[in-house]
């Protein structure tokens, strides 16, 4: 029976230091999908600045209350 505790006690360790390195790759990846976005929607709103040249934009207040109406 001895054998047997002490063969299951080391693949916990292993599958513990795996879970956090999993946990952490994890976390890194959904920094980086939030990064991409952040610059896609850069990437966007410069676009569309350009399309637009010097037009006049709708000022915030506007905006804010075309959302509360809706």
Same mark, same amino acid.
């Given at each position: 029976?001895?054998?047997?505790? $002490? %063969?299951?006690?080391?693949?916990?360790?292993?599958?513990?230091?795996?879970? +956090?390195?999993? &946990?952490?790759?994890?976390?890194?990846?959904?920094?980086?999908?939030?990064? $991409? %976005?952040?610059?896609?929607?850069?990437?966007?709103?410069?676009?569309?600045? +350009?399309?637009? &040249?010097?037009?006049?934009?709708?000022?915030?207040?506007?905006?804010?209350?075309?959302?509360?109406?809706?």
């Amino acid at each position: 029976m001895t054998n047997t505790a $002490i %063969a299951q006690t080391k693949p916990e360790g292993k599958w513990t230091l795996l879970n +956090k390195q999993v &946990g952490e790759a994890k976390a890194l990846l959904r920094q980086m999908r939030e990064t $991409i %976005a952040d610059v896609e929607e850069a990437r966007i709103i410069e676009r569309a600045k +350009k399309a637009h &040249g010097n037009k006049p934009r709708i000022p915030w207040s506007q905006v804010k209350k075309n959302l509360h109406l809706q």
